[in-house]
């Protein structure tokens, strides 16, 4: 009889096989060589240079299944990035996660709501048969001896490595400034028609602030944007710290200007009731009132909350990785996605990150001693970035 309910207690540092409850069916003691947490883009895309290098038992796990995140977008909500079919000049769609893949050819358009893409996804992962489980959430993560455990609702997954990619969508920002549960964030707004009333403030101005603005603007809505910066106004060509191109087009629409307010360089101090309405009080002592529940466009606190002690900090918060985007201080812990940095360099898009996908899968490959030469063809397509001096030169016109 064990000495506890096996699936659902914490972590214990008795892994006998009696007390081993497997969220995946697997037997005690026979760990997978990769688990990669969570089947989004990052997730999807990092699986499938491991199975060209050879890497044959790999599972992906999602709390809910395949591109769950872009399934929850705001309905009307598209890819800022264009997709476009550029692979047969061998220049890979800029939303593709994978070689040999073009959203733009799948779904025959530019810009892919969420739920398109999320079909693309699906499709990627069943093309290449990445061995997936759904409906397990993992709640933390362990070293244990020369493996990894990873805690889920359903019981414990033994792994060599772990290639954590489980995003930030699903983690949205709720507490920017007191007063924060007086408004509602914009990750939970399912549709823009949801939203009754013809005036509305936005507190945030990049991409996520400024998509809302511009459909509720469509709707014939009258909408403040509020932001401590301009970025509509920064004066860069990387995305990563600007409006994109999309945007700034969109906003500039007849339509979008006359009804949208951007103003920037205002610091929200803190949101009150103030029946029937609310007020927006502002650090340098204004106030702003405004009739329906403010909308929170002030970014996501994402995922890697919950294996942050496996992790050392850069100064500006983000996770300090290897040359091979493994953790610095916990072996075999692997980040793909958007939270990856290096020096400067911010990979936040996929067309960014999806270029460090083949990284990763080398340096697993050659530590399970298998030869990856595969993952070279990677490099032609420009999905195997390990020399970042080539990177960031700004446009000069
Ligand atoms: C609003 C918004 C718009 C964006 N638009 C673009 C764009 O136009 N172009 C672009 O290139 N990039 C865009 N990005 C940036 C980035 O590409 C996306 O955030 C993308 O979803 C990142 O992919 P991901 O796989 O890291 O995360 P996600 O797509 O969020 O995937 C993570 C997966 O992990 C699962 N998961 C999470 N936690 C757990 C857990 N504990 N256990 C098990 N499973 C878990 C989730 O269910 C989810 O399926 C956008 C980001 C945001 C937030």
């Given at each position: ?46 699986a499938v240079p491991l199975l060209h290098a050879g ?343």
């Amino acid at each position: 009889m064990p000495a506890f309910a096996p699936c659902d207690a914490g972590l214990r540092d008795n892994l006998d096989a009696a007390n081993f409850c497997s969220a995946t069916g697997r037997e005690a003691g026979k760990p997978y060589d990769v688990v990669i947490v969570g089947g989004g883009a990052a997730g999807i895309g990092a699986a499938v240079p491991l199975l060209h290098a050879g890497v044959e038992d790999v599972l992906v796990i999602d709390r809910h299944g395949v591109g769950a995140s872009f399934d929850r977008w705001p309905q009307q909500m598209r890819f800022i990035t264009p997709s476009f079919p550029t692979n047969s000049i061998g220049m890979l769609d800029l939303n593709a996660v994978a070689i040999g893949t073009s959203p733009a050819f799948s779904l025959q358009l530019e810009h892919p709501t969420g739920r398109q893409y999320a079909a693309y996804l699906r499709s990627v992962a069943e093309i290449f048969k990445i061995p997936l489980r759904t409906g397990i959430d993992v709640r933390s993560l362990r070293r244990h001896g020369d493996r990894w455990l990873l805690q889920t609702d359903a019981g414990l997954i033994e792994t060599k490595f772990v290639i954590w990619a489980a995003g930030e969508f699903q983690y949205p920002r709720l507490t920017s400034f007191p007063g924060s549960n007086h408004c509602v964030h914009s990750a939970l707004i399912a549709s823009w028609d949801q939203v009754a009333s013809d005036e509305v403030l936005i507190i945030g101005g990049y991409e996520s602030g400024l998509d809302a603005a511009i459909h509720l603007a469509r709707l014939g809505k009258r909408v403040t944007v509020l932001d401590r910066g301009e970025p509509w106004e920064v004066d860069s060509s990387d995305p990563s710290v600007t409006a994109s191109p999309y945007t700034l087009e969109r906003l500039r629409a007849a339509e979008v200007r006359e009804r949208v307010t951007l103003l920037g360089g205002v610091d929200v101090f803190e949101v009150c009731r103030n029946r029937p309405g609310y007020r927006v009080q502002l650090v340098d002592g204004r106030d702003l009132v405004t009739k329906a529940r403010p909308i929170m466009a002030t970014g996501f606190t994402g995922s890697l909350k919950l294996v942050a002690d496996h992790f050392a900090r850069r100064t500006d918060g983000f996770p300090l990785l290897t040359d091979r985007d493994e953790s610095t201080i916990a072996d075999g812990l692997f980040l793909a996605g958007p939270m990856v940095r290096h020096d400067e360099h911010i990979f936040c898009f996929i067309y960014k990150f999806r270029q460090r996908f083949a990284v990763v899968a080398k340096a697993i490959a050659e530590r399970l001693e298998l030869p990856a030469e595969q993952l070279e063809m990677y490099r032609m397509w420009g999905m195997y970035l390990d020399d970042l001096s080539c990177c960031g030169e700004e446009c000069v016109c």
